[in-house]
């Protein structure tokens, strides 16, 4: 089975200072990883994801994610924050063959302030 | 393009009755995915279609129905609504390959 930990409920983050959202998975097999971005009362966005090649994978509003297979980890990333990227963070994986199922982990409430 | 549209929006229902959840597509995807999310507990799948007349259940499918008569359409049917149903429901779509899902802005559901 595959499952997704995100170690932290919030982080809070002064704008302009970079910000790390961390993301762990397990998995049987090469993962296909993705973030997504959820704000209040609205569906989740798409971020980024990560299918094979690049570790470094750059996305939507200046994110970025890297893949670490040997810690099994595809933390978020931004150089510097801003209020408005304040949201809850979910990162997902899936696997090849399964219909692109995805398995969220618990999100990551981000907290940007001035 | 709309996306991907659920209705209604907001729902209260009482202990027992039914109700079915609208999700419609205009991308013409062949995957669609129904979800529910709860606080503090990410998304959990409860069925999920690869095309038209298939579906399969997901992670938690008890307590619900789906069907797939359309490419467009991904109706998720409630026939006994129970308390532990209260959640937000979200429906994704998304086209062959290595693409993400796209959502819908989700229907508050609460049963009383």
């Known amino acids: 089975a595959q499952s997704v930990a995100q170690p932290e409920d919030q982080v809070n983050v002064a704008e302009g200072n970079p910000l790390t959202v961390k993301c762990t998975y397990s998995?049987?097999?090469?993962?296909?990883l993705f973030w997504y971005v959820q704000y209040p009362n609205r569906g989740l966005q798409f971020l980024l994801k990560?299918?094979?090649?690049?570790?470094l994978v750059k996305g939507s509003y200046g994110f970025e994610a890297e893949f670490n297979k040997s810690q099994t980890s595809f933390h978020l990333k931004k150089p510097s924050a801003l209020v408005s990227d304040s949201a809850l963070y979910f990162c997902?994986?899936?696997?090849?063959?399964?219909?692109?199922?995805?398995?969220f982990g618990t999100g990551t409430r981000l907290q940007v302030t001035l | 393009n709309a996306g991907v549209t659920q209705t209604p929006k907001f729902r209260i229902l009482k202990i027992g009755q039914s109700m079915t959840l609208q999700c419609t597509q205009d991308m013409n995807h062949n995957y669609m995915y129904w979800y529910r999310q709860d606080p503090g507990m990410g998304l959990k799948l409860i069925y999920y279609?690869?095309?038209?007349?298939?579906?399969d259940k997901g992670e938690v499918p008890n307590g619900y129905n789906v069907s797939r008569s359309t490419t467009e359409d991904f109706p998720l049917r409630l026939e006994l609504a129970a308390p532990s149903q209260t959640s937000v429901y979200f429906c994704?779509?998304?086209?062959?390959?290595?693409?993400?899902?796209?959502f819908g802005d989700g229907t508050r559901l609460s049963i009383l």
């Open positions: 998995v049987s097999g090469n993962p296909y």
């Open positions: 990560y299918i094979t090649g690049d570790n």
């Open positions: 997902a994986v899936s696997l090849t063959g399964t219909a692109s199922k995805l398995t």
């Open positions: 279609s690869v095309g038209a007349g298939i579906t």
């Open positions: 994704a779509s998304k086209p062959t390959g290595n693409q993400p899902q796209h």
